[in-house]
């Protein structure tokens, strides 16, 4: 069964951290271009961060120097390191993943992406 899974969501308080990891299963994650979506409640999922296959990253602007994406082929796992967490972070976080040849593209539309997780959950208190 192809899947990925996530894990690392939870309840933090603003200012917190947590580090979100995404594992697949039946998939080898370094064919894959890889990122991190969310949802909010009453709102359109948006791109987080991603990944291509080679390591190069995409921020959205309101991520940009507090959420780190990176990749550790070795476990088969991409990780989102979230820095100074605001309450408006506060959402469901789905890991995607696309298979690609080129391993210098990042994939920044949502349609594109072939296999989705189930979601973790964040929650940030202010």
């Known amino acids: 069964q192809v899947r990925l899974v996530e894990s690392g969501g939870g309840l933090v308080q603003a200012g917190g951290s947590l580090r979100l990891s995404c594992s697949g299963s039946?998939?080898?994650?370094?064919?894959?271009?890889m990122g991190w979506f969310r949802q909010a409640p009453g709102k359109e999922r948006e791109l987080v961060a991603a990944?291509?296959?080679?390591?190069?990253?995409y921020y959205a602007d309101s991520e940009k120097g507090r959420f780190t994406i990176s990749r550790d082929n070795a476990k088969n796992t991409v990780y989102l390191q979230m820095n100074s967490l605001k309450p408006e972070d506060t959402a469901t976080y789905y890991c995607?993943?696309?298979?690609?040849?080129?391993?210098?593209?990042?994939?920044?539309?949502?349609?594109?992406?072939?296999?989705w997780g189930q979601g973790t959950q964040v929650t940030v208190t202010s």
């Open positions: 995607v993943a696309a298979f690609r040849w080129n391993t210098k593209e990042v994939v920044t539309t949502l349609g594109e992406y072939d296999y």
């Open positions: 039946g998939l080898t994650l370094s064919s894959y271009a």
């Open positions: 990944t291509s296959r080679g390591g190069s990253t």
